[in-house]
């Protein structure tokens, strides 16, 4: 996560499966979602977010990956409630 800069993300994004480079780099080019980006940002370390993935179910917060069991049983905890 130290290099996230725009030539960084376009390298990033060309992994991916899929995806439309041309429009991808226009996108960011243009600067659309900047305002967006930052308030999600802003809005995760208010919640306390050091870090991905994190994940909050019913205002609880999980960080880390899961397992796909262990994903299962957190919503089985929630359904239950």
Known sequence: QQSLGSTALKQYARQVPGI???TFD???DSGTF???VQRDFADGLAAGVAGTPTLFFNGQ????VLSVDGFEQILQLFLQQ
């Open 20 to 22: 439309d480079a041309t």
């Open 61 to 64: 917060k999980v960080a880390g």
């Open 34 to 36: 900047t305002t967006e």
């Open 26 to 28: 226009a996108c960011l």
